[in-house]
C-alpha cells in the first residue's frame, strides 16, 4: 500500500482548464466513492480549491492508482486522460506527503503563505471521514498535514509574507479605485470565501451588501460585519450603487450577466466598477471585461501576474528567510512522518520472523518428543523454555536493529533484507518519487487511450 497524489493547480494547468475541473458537494461526494470503488484505491481524499484540484489516495499499485484517479479527474473535466496529461502531476510516497504538506503550509498557493488552503484542506478531510473513504493510511497523513499548516503559520514568519486570495485581489481593486474606505461593495455569495470576502472589506473599511441565493445566510453575514444583506434577484437594483462587485459563489453556471452590468454602467459616469470574480467556474460573463470603465480583477489576472512576476501576488515583500524556514519545517515533518511509516512497515516483517521463529521451534520439541518419548514433563517444559529463550535471545538485536534502521533516512530496504535473508515471503511496495502524467502513460499504454467515464 502507498500514497499517491494526481491532480491539477495553477502551477500547472491555466484556469480555463481548472474550471473545467471544478467541483461541488454533491461532485465531490461522487468523486470520492467512484474512487475508492476503482481497482486500486482503498482510500482517498480530495482537495477541491478555487486553483487545485488534487486527490490523495492509498493505493495498491501505483500505475494501477495513477490509471484509476486519472480517468476520475478526466471524467469530471469532460476530457480524455491523454488530453490532460501535460497539466497533471503525479506525486508518490515521500513526494506525495511533502506535496500536501507544503499545500497545507501555503507554500504551493497562488498567494504564497495564504492560511485559506488550510481551513479548505481541514473541510476535504472531514467530508472524507464523514462519506468513509479515508482510513488507518490517510487519517495519520491528513492529521499531520493539518498539524504541519498550523506549525508553518505560528512558527515562521510566512504570515507576513502572506495573504489570503481575497486580499490580494482587494488590492488590485484599490490600484483601480484607491482605498476602499466608504466605498460600498457589493459582495455576492456568502459561503467561505465569501465570508471572508466580507471581513476583509469590513477591516478596510467599506460599505458592504450582501447577497446571495439564501436570504438567511446573507443577512447572518451582513450582521457580522455590520452591513445589510440583499435579495440575489435585487442584484440589478444594488450594482448601479456598487463601486466594487466581489462575487465567489459555488455555482456551475453564470451568476452576473453582462447584460446586467452594462445596464449597471448607465449614467455613472466617469465612475468606475471594479468587478473582483474569485469563483471556480466563474461567476461573472468575460465580456464583462470589454465594457466601458469596467476592470475585471479574476482568477486568470492573478495567475498571470504570478507568472510573469515570481512570489506575486502577495501582500507584501516575501521574506526569503520565512520561506525556507517554512520549507525546512516540511522537510523536517516530512522527514518524521516517512521515519513513522517505514517503522510500521517493518512491523509485518518482524511479526512473520517471529512467527517462523516459533514455527521451527515448535517442530523441532515435537521431533524431540518423539525422539525422546519417557522424557518426563519438567525436563520437557524445562527444554522447550530454554530454546524459546535462546531463540528470542537471537532475535532481539535484529529485529531492534531493523526498526531503528528503518526509521532513519536513506535508500536501504532493510525489512526487505530481513525478508531476503530469512525467506519470508512478504511483498515490498514499489518506491517511485514524483513523475507527471505524461511520464506515467508513457510506461502505462493503457493510459493513452484511455476515454474519460
Known amino acids: 500500500m502507498s500514497l499517491l497524489a494526481v491532480g491539477v493547480s495553477h502551477q500547472t494547468a491555466p484556469v480555463a482548464l ?54 476520475v479527474l478526466a471524467r469530471q473535466a469532460g476530457a480524455t486522460v491523454e488530453e490532460l496529461s501535460p497539466y497533471v502531476t503525479v506525486h508518490y510516497e515521500d513526494q506525495a506527503v511533502a506535496h500536501l504538506f507544503t499545500v497545507a503550509s501555503g507554500l504551493d498557493s497562488m498567494v504564497v503563505g495564504e492560511t485559506q488552503v488550510l481551513g479548505q484542506l481541514r473541510a476535504a478531510y472531514a467530508l472524507a471521514r464523514e462519506e468513509g473513504t479515508v482510513g488507518r493510511a490517510l487519517h495519520p497523513v491528513a492529521q499531520r498535514a493539518l498539524r504541519v499548516g498550523k506549525r508553518v503559520h505560528t ?45 476583509t472589506l469590513a477591516r478596510r ?61 448607465r449614467g455613472r459616469g466617469d465612475r468606475p466598477l471594479v468587478v473582483v470574480d474569485l469563483a471556480l467556474p466563474r461567476d461573472v460573463d468575460p465580456g464583462v471585461g470589454a465594457l466601458p470603465g469596467v476592470h475585471v480583477v479574476d482568477l486568470a489576472l492573478l495567475q498571470g501576474e504570478r507568472s510573469s512576476t515570481p512570489g506575486r501576488p502577495t501582500a507584501g515583500p516575501v521574506a526569503a528567510d520565512d520561506i525556507s524556514a517554512a520549507h525546512a519545517l516540511v522537510e523536517a515533518e516530512t522527514a518524521l512522518l516517512r521515519a513513522e511509516r517505514q517503522a510500521a512497515e517493518v512491523a509485518p516483517t518482524v511479526s512473520a520472523l ?98 474519460a467515464s
Open 18 to 71: 481548472l474550471e473545467q475541473f471544478a467541483m461541488g458537494p454533491d461532485d465531490r461526494v461522487k468523486a470520492l466513492h467512484e474512487l475508492v470503488e476503482s481497482d486500486h484505491v482503498t482510500e482517498a481524499l480530495v482537495l477541491a480549491t478555487c486553483n487545485r484540484i488534487e486527490v490523495f489516495a492509498e493505493v495498491e499499485k501505483f500505475h494501477g492508482g495513477v490509471t484509476d484517479v486519472s480517468r
Open 155 to 199: 512558527e515562521t514568519g510566512i504570515d507576513r509574507a502572506g495573504a489570503s486570495l481575497v486580499s490580494v485581489a482587494l488590492d488590485r481593486a484599490e490600484d483601480v479605485i484607491g482605498s476602499l474606505t466608504g466605498r460600498p461593495v457589493l459582495v455576492v455569495g456568502a459561503g467561505s470565501m465569501g465570508a471572508l470576502a466580507a471581513t
Open 205 to 265: 473599511g467599506a460599505s458592504v451588501v450582501v447577497s446571495t441565493r439564501t436570504e438567511a445566510h446573507a443577512a447572518r453575514l451582513a450582521d457580522a460585519v455590520d452591513g445589510r444583506a440583499a435579495r440575489l434577484d435585487e442584484l440589478p437594483a444594488e450594482l448601479p450603487l456598487a463601486d466594487v462587485l466581489v462575487t465567489c459563489t459555488g455555482a456551475t453556471g453564470l451568476v452576473v450577466s453582462t447584460d446586467v452590468v452594462a445596464e449597471a454602467m
Open 354 to 451: 517471529r512467527s517462523q521463529a516459533a514455527e521451527v521451534v515448535d517442530a523441532e520439541l515435537l521431533r524431540l518428543s518423539t525422539r525422546l518419548p519417557d522424557l518426563d514433563a519438567r525436563a520437557r517444559g524445562e527444554i522447550a523454555r530454554t530454546v524459546r529463550r535462546v531463540v528470542d535471545k537471537l532475535l532481539h538485536e535484529p529485529t531492534v536493529r531493523v526498526k531503528e534502521l528503518a526509521a532513519t533516512p536513506g535508500e536501504t530496504d532493510y525489512a526487505g533484507a530481513l525478508r531476503a535473508l530469512f525467506g519470508l515471503g512478504i511483498d515490498a511496495p514499489v518506491s517511485v518519487g514524483e513523475t507527471t502524467l505524461s511520464d506515467a502513460v508513457r510506461v502505462d499504454p493503457e493510459l493513452r487511450t484511455g476515454e
